[in-house]
T-cell receptor
C-alpha cells in the first residue's frame, strides 16, 4: 500500500518556467511533509518542508502548498533553471522529522531545458 | 564537517552471500536511519538506531539487521542476499533528542548489486 502518491513521474520544463509536482497522502496522522532533491550519484537533500498548520511556505524560488482537507501538497519551482534538473521526492512522517521514519513518494524526474 | 559518509561506494555480491554496509553520521548527530532505494523508486525505511538500540523498523525481513556503535556510527547487515536486494542503500543521521521537525541528512549511499 503506497501511502504517499506522487505525480507526474517525469516533467520537462523550459528555463524560466514553473515546475509543479503534486503529492497525495492517506495517513491523517502525518504531520511533517518535506521535499527532497536528489542529483545522480548523491543522496537526497532537504529542499523545503511544511507542517499542516500552515497552508503555504516559500523559500526563494521554492513554494510548498498544502491542502489538509484534500490530503494533498505540492511543490512549485518558480523561474526553473537547468541546475534544478534532478529527481524530486515528496515525503511524510508523523510525530516530527528527525526521530520518525520518512515515507517517500516514488519521485519526479525534472528536466529543465535551457 | 564531512557530513554523512558511507562505505563502500559500490559493492557486487552473489545470491546467498552476506554483506555489511557502514555509515558515519554527521558530526553531533546520534540517530541513524537506513533506507533502501530501488532503481526508479523512492527510499524505503529499513530501521533506525538511537543509543545503540533499534528504535523503529520498517517492513523488511529479519535478513536485514543492524548495529550502532558507541561513536554513533552504524552498520547494516543483509544475510542470504536475493536478486531483489539490489538497490542504493542510504544512511541518514539527525540531531539528538526528540526535537520535532529536525532534518534527516542523507549520505551518498552504497550501490549494492546482487548477481
Amino acid at each position: 500500500q503506497q501511502q504517499v502518491k506522487q505525480s507526474p513521474q517525469s516533467l520537462i520544463v523550459q528555463k524560466g518556467g514553473i515546475s509543479i509536482i503534486n503529492c497525495a497522502y492517506e495517513n491523517t496522522a502525518f504531520d511533517y511533509f518535506p521535499w527532497y532533491q536528489q542529483f545522480p550519484g548523491k543522496g537526497p537533500a532537504l529542499l523545503i518542508a511544511i507542517r499542516p498548520d500552515v497552508s503555504e511556505k516559500k523559500e526563494g524560488r521554492f513554494t510548498i502548498s498544502f491542502n489538509k482537507s484534500a490530503k494533498q501538497f505540492s511543490l512549485h519551482i518558480m523561474d526553473s533553471q537547468p541546475g534544478d534538473s534532478a529527481t524530486y521526492f515528496c515525503a511524510a512522517s508523523k510525530g516530527g522529522g528527525s526521530n520518525y521514519k520518512l515515507t517517500f513518494g516514488k519521485g519526479t524526474l525534472l528536466t529543465v531545458n535551457p | 564537517d564531512a557530513g554523512v559518509t558511507q562505505s563502500p561506494t559500490h559493492l557486487i555480491k552473489t545470491r546467498g552471500q552476506q554483506v555489511t554496509l557502514r555509515c558515519s553520521p554527521k558530526s553531533g548527530h546520534d540517530t541513524v536511519s537506513w533506507y533502501q532505494q530501488a532503481l526508479g523508486q523512492g527510499p524505503q525505511f529499513i530501521f533506525q538506531y538511537y543509543e545503540e538500540e533499534e528504535r523503529q523498523r520498517g517492513n523488511f525481513p529479519d535478513r536485514f539487521s543492524g548495529h550502532q556503535f558507541p561513536n554513533y556510527s552504524s552498520e547494516l547487515n543483509v544475510n542470504a542476499l536475493l536478486l531483489g536486494d539490489s538497490a542504493l542503500y542510504l544512511c541518514a543521521s539527525s540531531l539528538p533528542g526528540a526535537r520535532p521537525y529536525n532534518e534527516q541528512f542523507f549520505g551518498p549511499g552504497t550501490r549494492l548489486t546482487v548477481l
